[in-house]
T-cell receptor, first 116, second 116 residues
Framework: GAVVSQHPSRVICKSGTSVKIECRSLDFQATTMFWYRQFPKQSLMLMAT?????????EQGVEKDKFLINHASLTLSTLTVTSAHPEDSSFYIC????????????FGQGTRLTVV | AQKVTQAQTEISVVEKEDVTLDCVYE???????LFWYKQPPSGELVFLIRRNSFDEQNEISGRYSWNFQKSTSSFNFTITASQVVDSAVYFC?????????????FGKGTLLTVNP
């Protein structure tokens, strides 16, 4: 299957700083990428959908100024957690869909963010 | 609105037992996709299967099998002769198609523990 690489896999940052997470499709072009958040022992909650070259669509309740998403190319989307606080600590995972229209979304390895 | 229900929060079995993970979904769409993903302790999501709503044939892949019953809106997953390596959280997911970028709605997941 297609490969989606997410980096970093783990990050610890201080309160008030910003953290950038990258999601890359390695062997296909992704017109659409999705960002999910997962709290411990809970399900994946969709945060936003990002389409290449346009603004991301955020789910209800997700602060767009807090979670900045950029999808500047067909192989890269980034999620920046701005002015991070301990409550932002979570597991963030991205997925990407092939521009050819396959309905399967391939997932990255996830990023465990800890804000201290 | 879409909804995926995995009523079993946790299941514990002994190695070599068969185990079935239940999934019930709700959607107004007539065309949709159903998925199962495995999430081992490392966190990444491993794709297991995608099923089109028009295809009600059951599928078998090695020790894994899936039973899609459109009449009861269920898409159950059976592991035959379970192994310790099957221990993970399993998510059922639904993807709407019309104008949605195929975003996934996940169930809450079932934690499967296979004991030696």
């Amino acid at each position: 299957g297609a490969v989606v690489s997410q980096h970093p896999s783990r990050v610890i940052c201080k309160s008030g700083t910003s953290v950038k997470i990258e999601c890359r499709s390695l062997d296909f072009q992704a017109t659409t990428m999705f960002w999910y958040r997962q709290f411990p022992k809970q399900s994946l909650m969709l945060m936003a959908t990002s389409n290449e070259g346009s603004k991301a669509t955020y789910e209800q309740g997700v602060e767009k100024d807090k979670f900045l998403i950029n999808h500047a190319s067909l192989t890269l989307s980034t999620l920046t957690v701005t002015s991070a606080h301990p409550e932002d600590s979570s597991f963030y995972i991205c997925s990407a869909r092939d521009r050819q229209g396959f309905t399967e979304a391939f997932f990255g390895q996830g990023t465990r963010l800890t804000v201290v | 609105a879409q909804k995926v229900t995995q009523a079993q929060t946790e299941i514990s079995v002994v190695e070599k037992e068969d185990v079935t993970l239940d999934c019930v979904y709700e959607t107004r769409d007539t065309t949709y996709y159903l998925f199962w993903y495995k999430q081992p302790p490392s966190g990444e999501l491993v794709f297991l299967i995608r099923r089109n709503s028009f295809d009600e044939q059951n599928e078998i892949s090695g020790r894994y099998s899936w039973n899609f019953q459109k009449s009861t809106s269920s898409f159950n997953f059976t592991i035959t002769a379970s192994q310790v390596v099957d221990s993970a959280v399993y998510f059922c997911a639904l993807s709407e198609i019309a104008g949605s970028n195929y975003k996934l709605t996940f169930g809450k997941g079932t934690l499967l523990t296979v004991n030696p």
